[in-house]
C-alpha cells in the first residue's frame, strides 16, 4: 500500500518559518537611531528580516525609512497611532550576512521612547500579511488571527504606566518582555509558525494591571 505520494506529487513548497533574534530600545531623540550588531542567524537563500517597531509619536513623528543590514526595508503592515504611540512591521531580504545594524530614520528627531523586536524569516510565499489586528486596551488584550496552513503569526506591545508593567501571552510564543524606558514603559513580542490553519488563532496578551497606554499589532503572513 502506498503510504506516501510518489516523487513527481510531492508539494515542494515550504512551510514558513519564524525565529526570534532580537529586541532593543532607544531612548535618545534623534533623527536616527541604530541598532548596531543584531544577529541575523544562518543565512538562506529565502530568508528575510522583519521588524517591529513602537515608538512615541512625538510631535507628529513619522518612520520615513529602515535599513535592515545595510539594505533598505519595506513597510509590510502601516503605521497605527493611538494619539501616543505608533506601531509598523518592516521587511527585508537579506539572504547572506550573520548579523549587520537595524537603523531607523524618522521625521523630526523628537521621538525619543522606541523600541524593535527583530525576527528571522524564511520561506514566505508573500510579504503581504494575510491578516492584521490592532489591539488598544490598556490592559488585557484579545484578539482572533487567520493563520493559514504553513503560516507565520507575530505581535509586538507597549504598554505605558507610571509603574511598569508585565505581560503575558497566549496563542503565540513570548519572546521579549522588557523595560524599555526608564521605570515607565514595557514592551514585549511573541510569534510562532503554524503547519496547519488556524481559523482563527485566539491570542491574548495581558498587563499585569492597568496602564495609561497601550498598543498592539498582531499579523499573520503565509
Not at 62 to 88: C, D, F, H, P, Q
Not at 145 to 163: D, E, M
Request: glycine share 10%; proline share 4%; aromatic share 8%.
Amino acid at each position: 500500500m502506498l503510504l506516501v505520494p510518489p516523487p513527481l506529487f510531492r508539494s515542494s513548497v515550504k512551510s514558513a518559518s519564524i525565529a526570534y533574534l532580537y529586541h532593543g530600545a532607544s531612548n535618545t531623540a534623534a533623527t536616527t537611531k541604530t541598532f548596531s550588531a543584531v544577529p541575523f542567524g544562518a543565512g538562506d537563500a529565502s530568508r528575510c528580516i522583519l521588524v517591529g517597531v513602537c515608538f512615541a509619536t512625538g510631535t507628529g513623528t513619522l518612520l520615513n525609512a529602515v535599513t535592515i543590514g545595510g539594505v533598505a526595508a519595506t513597510k509590510v503592515i502601516t503605521t497605527y497611532s493611538n494619539g501616543v504611540w505608533r506601531s509598523e512591521y518592516w521587511l527585508a531580504s537579506v539572504p547572506t550576512g550573520a548579523s549587520g545594524n537595524i537603523v531607523l530614520t524618522n521625521s523630526n528627531g523628537t521621538s525619543d521612547q522606541c523600541f524593535i523586536g527583530a525576527r528571522r524569516v524564511t520561506d514566505l510565499l508573500s510579504t503581504t500579511p494575510v491578516h492584521v489586528l490592532t489591539g488598544t486596551s490598556t490592559q488585557n488584550q484579545s484578539v482572533n488571527l487567520n493563520v493559514p496552513a504553513g503560516g507565520i503569526a507575530v505581535g509586538i506591545r507597549a504598554t505605558q504606566n507610571s509603574t511598569i508593567r508585565t505581560h503575558t501571552w497566549t496563542g503565540i510564543v513570548e519572546n521579549f518582555d522588557f523595560t524599555y524606558f526608564a521605570s515607565v514603559g514595557g514592551g514585549t513580542g511573541a510569534c510562532n509558525a503554524f503547519a496547519a490553519e488556524q481559523a482563527p488563532l485566539a491570542i491574548t496578551c495581558n498587563a499585569s494591571g492597568a496602564a495609561a497606554a497601550g498598543l498592539a499589532r498582531y499579523a499573520s503572513f503565509r
